[in-house]
């Protein structure tokens, strides 16, 4: 089975980088695009409104905390994501397994799914790759995950161990896209599988070979991001990409920072999504033209001047750098919420640019440029 | 001195009710009005175009905790307050004085003013009356207020030692008053004495006559809202605004629900501040036309419906109170920031709708209205 009314329209590409137009039942994406995080159907202090003003055109939320509180059922009856939060463009959600499995108590993963004990109410629930798939029919996004084991990267084991979970994983990880996929019923959902194998090539080779021959709707780079070196990353990512179908959506999950989103760009990847801008924006971390600028930094205490002169979001619009230092160190929730938001801008422009870059040929000097501010601080 | 293009000019009575214009150097201000409070300069989580598309016409913040953070002289390099945060209208300030007794650690008060150590960087500083009013010279408001010394009510207490104590700190307050007329120096602030007396109708009385021969700019009225009861607190400022030059603001400090302003509206009061709007609306207490709603009850699980039918905010005008309640649970600070909003914006409507009131004559029926939904629970 594949989704109604989703598919992927090539625009242009720039090596194996590509621009596309990603449709959905809730609209069309410019891929590649980076997905705000909004955890429990809300991204930080943002408002809808300002997601789309910022250049947003689709938000992740995390099942495992919708699951939680207010429960997929009443989500559902109010509409699914669209109708109960406010934002009515497309929607992606996470299987919940990583949540569950870093935020639950006592989870215990085996052939099945997880077993976990719920922070909220102490009752032991489970999590299948039937039931994820379930919780997200019911929450309506337009994009589902499918359940997935991921094993954190090892540095100190012993290599042997290490690759025999990492294959041990990446096995199950298959068997359980494959439950997924026997028991989808939405037909308006796309359903991404997930390519797991840590930094071993032959992993990832045989992972991508076996998700691809299982005929998703897209696919997703997991395991990524948790302590392997950047060329180790970007290694992983283009043997997977390669053994992928080029005609549907690849998306690296949960990275990064910028230089980490154009490495993916000029590897073929289309979606993204991270915590960084809004979780750094919150502690006064500002990502700018011209580096990173730490806000809390006392240079900064009476610089009247914008975040980014360069940038048109609310915070750089209207306020200094004097007055959002100020607000940050305060701990005022607006200072967290403007800085977020920037960050988001941030993003959100940086995506736009490389999908102009793409299109005229010139990834390879945004690139270079994202890689020379990549450890300038102002 | 009186300040130089600042002034009340009435439009309208009922009873001792009045609507008038009062124009200060940013702007006028159409009173009775309510000041919503920017502590740190900023109203949680709410930002300056929020604040005005609500209807606020004047902000109030805490000269203590900008004396902390940032402190004055930064905010004056950066054009006050005014140039400092993006809030160009009108600003009042308080005197510090009341944050300092109750919030800074060991705070001793006696004639001179008030010793107390700083908990930012535990060293030991000063504020009296004279420093109060440099310290909002500096910061730029439109309107300061002068240091006052204010008493707790103590139901437990002798009778008579409490009244002595009432008289004594309410005629050091008119001596500190003195002391501040004669320091004030920025001809475009307007400054204003506070009465004080606690319920007592003979010191009341005294502290407004003795306060209104010293002609300042305007008048509050201090020490209210600690624990006296409606008609303690009613009869307190009827007996001093009967003493108060009525060409002049007349400020109710610190107050209050619904009701209390719709008292002192009744009463000749001009204006008014008070953190119950945003801090309910933080923890999920809204205000609406039909009564008090809260948002954390069960029976909202599902409601579609928004938070009030007839309110124009953002938050009823996009979102169900099943989702509002879901972010408020949920700690969200979207949800803060929305809840907020609303109960600011109920707060701005009343008084709006209090001015009409008083110029087609018929505040009564809406102080009946307001008593009526004092109570009520939806």
């Known amino acids: 089975m594949r989704a109604e009314g989703f598919g992927l329209e090539l625009i242009a590409s720039d090596g194996v980088a590509r621009t596309a137009r990603m449709t959905t039942p809730h609209g069309v994406v410019e891929t590649p695009a980076f997905m705000p995080v909004a955890t429990f159907g809300a991204v930080r202090g943002i408002s809808a409104a300002e997601l789309a003003e910022a250049g947003a055109q689709i938000l992740l939320s995390n099942t495992y905390h919708l699951h939680e509180r207010p429960g997929e059922q009443t989500i559902e009856q109010l509409g699914g994501l669209h109708g109960f939060t406010g934002w009515t463009g497309p929607w992606l959600t996470d299987s919940g397994g990583y949540q569950v499995t870093s935020l639950a108590d006592r989870a215990r993963l085996d052939e ?33 995950m499918v359940l997935d084991q ?33 028991v989808r019923r939405r037909e308006s959902q796309a359903v991404f599988a997930i390519v797991q194998g840590g930094v071993s090539e032959a992993l990832r080779r045989r992972s991508a070979e076996g998700t691809a021959e299982l005929d998703f709707d897209g696919h997703a780079h997991g395991g990524l991001g948790l302590g392997e070196s950047r060329d180790e990353r970007r290694q992983a990512v283009a043997v997977a990409n390669a053994a992928l179908p ?14 980490d989103l154009l490495d993916g760009v000029a590897a073929g990847i289309d979606l993204f999504d991270c915590v960084v801008p809004t979780r750094n924006g919150r502690h006064g971390l500002l990502f700018t033209s011209e580096g990173t600028l730490a806000l809390r930094n006392a240079a900064f205490e009476r610089d009247e001047g914008p975040i980014d002169p360069s940038c048109a979001c609310p915070a750089c619009q209207r306020h200094s750098r004097a007055y959002l230092r100020h607000l940050i160190r305060g701990g005022e929730a607006l200072g967290a919420r403007l800085a977020s938001l920037h960050n988001l801008t941030y993003y959100l422009n940086l995506l736009a640019r490389a999908r102009r870059a793409i299109e005229t040929g010139t990834l390879a000097a945004l690139h270079a440029e994202i890689e020379g501010l990549a450890t300038h601080r102002i």
Request: aromatic share 4%.
């Open 112 to 144: 099945d799914g997880v077993v976990f004990t719920s922070p909220l109410d102490g009752r032991r629930r489970s999590l299948t790759p039937e039931i994820a798939i379930q919780i997200q029919e019911a929450l309506g996004s337009d994009i589902a």
């Open 150 to 182: 991921c094993i954190p990267i090892e540095k100190e084991s012993d290599g042997r161990t290490e690759e025999k979970a990492l294959e041990s994983a990446m096995e199950r990880t298959l068997r359980w896209a494959d439950r997924s996929r026997r």
């Open 246 to 259: 080029a005609d549907r959506p690849r998306y690296l999950m949960g990275l990064g920072r910028p230089l």
